[in-house]
């Protein structure tokens, strides 16, 4: 098991125990509330993380590789099935890229 298997694994953990400490904060003390919040916030942040350094993205007008960030990863527009509405830097527009998955083996030392 390898760091980036350790990354998805605790951001959906983190993600689980944000939702549950989240409600039982809402039905009882207030510092699990915002205990809970944070949880998720830091459970979607390793998430996106992992995504940007899991999958890169081609462009099909002119075959670019383009490698988002965080926030690309977690707010760009779904368009249907493993394709994101991410802008092209060479075709100077936003188009419907396909998610390609890179082997995160090369990144094991």
Partial sequence: MNKYHIMFCGSILLLLLGVLLAAAGVLGADYLFWLGVSALA??????GSWISRAYTYICPDC???IDVGVKDALFALPAGGDC???YCPKCRRKTACKAKRISLRMHVY
């Avoid at 830091?42 to 998430?47: A, D, E, I, N, Y």
């Fill in 42 to 47: 830091v459970g979607l942040l390793l998430l």
């Fill in 63 to 65: 075959y670019l590789r």
């Fill in 84 to 86: 994101r509405r991410l």
